[in-house]
């Protein structure tokens, strides 16, 4: 291993890493793992590059053996991010279309197997949830049908990968934790913005992308920014141009996600009112931050994701919002390397929340007429409970 200028963590981070991963892969049967997303590739490598987002280019898949032997894949053009952002020794990483090495991605890839002998072996691939595989098809099919008849057998190894990933190390941790300010940061800088009947939506967004750049964040998502009636239906759409007007009193701003700090990300939802909550908004609003609170008293290592999701469900039924419950079934999900991460907080989930896992809970109830009502606090799992990473108080900002 090697320390080059822009590897995220210390070498013992990867060490460690890699030496629970051959250890699952033994217990498995697995003869070796091989990994396309960014983010896999970012936690076993340190692995970065500008043009993941490309349709056209992989920047490098990962072939990992049970002894820990490791090799990167790529284009002539990622070999130098390779080199600047990875522990990998030079004889480790594999380009194709370069003298001495195969014209063609996917038999470069081959040939690597049979670097790390494992052409013939049990390979473990991102087949299952939460994972897709990040190669074209020009590339995966053939390589897929020359392994195959090397006598190659393939698993899904989603399962693994996740029992790895779902469970952060301090640094990790330090990471989740910078993220989840930044983004309260930016979310006060956005609601401290808004000039009634001037301020757009997507003025908003703009002020929290500054922020986030101002304070050090790699990226951000593309933030949820709707306002008012017609707006807050469209869950998922991006920012508008629709203004934040006085001329509707009672009408709610809704902010949703989060940075991504050192590879890391934060995600969460925080409203606001105009000119203040009706009676009956204020109890929507009460309802709805008892839901999270709930699902948080339920947190602690060693119980199961599903719980946590039921703690939340009851509290709507039990003030009887079952109906306006905008979710389920669903309450929440992890955070890290990737904005929605295992486990789900879902009442279908087999997880049992561990110590270090770091996650999301966001229960929310639609109420008609009214409005919706949710609020998403960011969390570490500990031992007889929980750490909040979100501390920003959970009543809504009053717009004046």
């Given at each position: ?5 822009m590897l ?13 991963l ?45 002894d820990g ?6 284009s002539a ?5 390779a080199r600047?952002?990875t ?5 480790r ?21 049979g670097t790390l ?20 098809a ?12 090397a ?6 190894a989603?399962?693994l ?12 941790i330090a990471?989740?934790?910078?993220a ?10 956005a ?5 009634l009947d ?5 003025d908003l ?11 050090g964040c790699?990226d ?6 709707r306002?008012?009636t017609q ?18 009193p009672?009408?709610i701003?809704h ?9 890391y ?6 409203q ?6 009706t ?5 929507c609003?009460?309802?709805?931050i ?9 947190v602690?290592?060693?119980?199961l994701?599903?719980?946590?999701c ?12 079952g ?7 669903w ?7 990737d904005v929605?991460?295992e ?5 279908g989930s ?5 110590e270090?896992?770091t996650l999301?809970l966001e ?15 960011n969390?570490v ?6 750490e ?13």
């Open positions: 291993m090697r320390t080059p200028d995220d963590f210390p070498l013992d981070e990867y060490t460690a890493r890699l030496a629970k051959t250890g699952l892969m033994r217990e498995q049967g697995l003869d070796a793992v091989f990994l396309t997303a960014a983010e896999n590739l970012r936690y076993f490598t340190g692995l970065q590059s500008v043009v993941w987002p490309s349709p056209v280019s992989t920047p490098g898949v990962l072939l990992v053996n049970a032997d490791a090799a990167i894949v790529c053009s990622s070999l130098r991010p600047a952002t522990w990998l020794e030079e004889d990483l594999f380009a194709y279309n370069v003298p001495g090495r195969p014209e063609k991605y996917e038999d470069a890839i081959f040939e690597a197997f002998g494992v052409q013939r072996g049990r390979i473990g691939m991102e087949y299952g949830t939460g994972f897709r595989v990040n190669l074209q020009g590339y995966f099919f053939p390589l897929l049908a020359k392994l195959e008849a006598g190659a057998q393939f698993a899904d989603a399962r990968l996740w029992e790895l990933r779902t469970v952060k190390s301090a640094r990790e990471c989740v934790r910078r989840v300010q930044v983004a309260e940061k930016m979310f006060d800088a609601f401290s913005s808004v000039v001037k301020s757009t939506e997507r967004m703009n002020v929290m992308g500054a922020t986030a750049m101002e304070e790699e951000l998502l593309t933030m949820v920014v306002f008012g707006r807050l239906p469209q869950v998922n759409c991006p920012s508008s141009e629709h203004v934040i007007i006085t001329n509707t009672h009408e701003l902010l949703d996600g989060g940075p991504c700090f050192g590879g990300y934060a995600d969460i939802i925080r606001a009112v105009v000119g203040g909550l009676a009956e908004q204020r109890e609003e009460k309802v709805a008892a839901a999270v609170e709930a699902g948080l008293a339920a602690r290592d060693g119980v994701a599903s719980e946590v039921r703690a939340a469900d009851d509290v709507f039924e039990k003030y009887g919002y109906k306006c419950n905008d979710g389920p079934g309450s929440g999900h992890g955070i890290g390397l929605h991460e486990p789900q907080i879902a009442a087999d997880y049992v929340l561990k270090g896992m999301s229960p929310g109830m639609k109420v008609p007429g009214q409005g919706p009502f949710c609020n998403e606090q969390f799992v500990t031992k007889t409970g929980f909040l990473l979100s501390t920003m108080p959970l009543e809504m900002r009053v717009l004046k």
